[in-house]
């Protein structure tokens, strides 16, 4: 079982930024892969950003490509996703996602393949 927990949410104006993080309890961190959501009022949850378990690799939806960036830290059990250049329509609820990796490399984009989440941590642009 993995818990996850998000920090970082807030108020940014336009152009401004955010750094999230999401913090997994277990001593397997480093087998996980991870991945960032986020969900609008009336909107589907979509992908973000995720990240491969060994880092390797990163995926990043093209709303949000150049500027936001994921990382991670296994040492920490914490997955970052760092977000400047913040529009307005970037205002969502922001959830980090986990599964175990089966391959180093791969990245996993569809909510479904993920079995543990975070509660999430809103995000809000002011135009």
């Known amino acids: 079982q993995v818990q996850l927990v998000e920090s970082g949410g807030g108020l940014v104006q336009a152009g401004g930024s955010l750094r999230l993080s999401c913090t997994a309890s277990?001593?397997?961190?480093?087998?996980?892969?991870m991945g960032w959501f986020r969900q609008a009022p009336g909107k589907e949850r979509e992908i973000v950003a995720a990240?491969?378990?060994?880092?390797?690799?990163?995926y990043y939806a093209d709303s949000v490509k150049g500027r936001f960036t994921i990382s991670r830290d296994n040492a920490k059990n914490t997955v970052y996703l760092q977000m400047s250049g913040l529009k307005p329509e970037d205002t969502a609820v922001y959830s980090c996602?986990?599964?175990?990796?089966?391959?180093?490399?791969?990245?996993?984009?569809?909510?479904?393949?993920?079995?543990?989440w975070g509660q999430g941590t809103q995000v809000t642009v002011s135009s």
């Open positions: 277990g001593r397997t961190f480093g087998t996980y892969a």
């Open positions: 996602a986990a599964r175990f990796g089966t391959e180093s490399f791969r990245v996993y984009l569809n909510r479904y393949e993920y079995g543990y």
């Open positions: 990240i491969s378990r060994s880092d390797a690799n990163t």
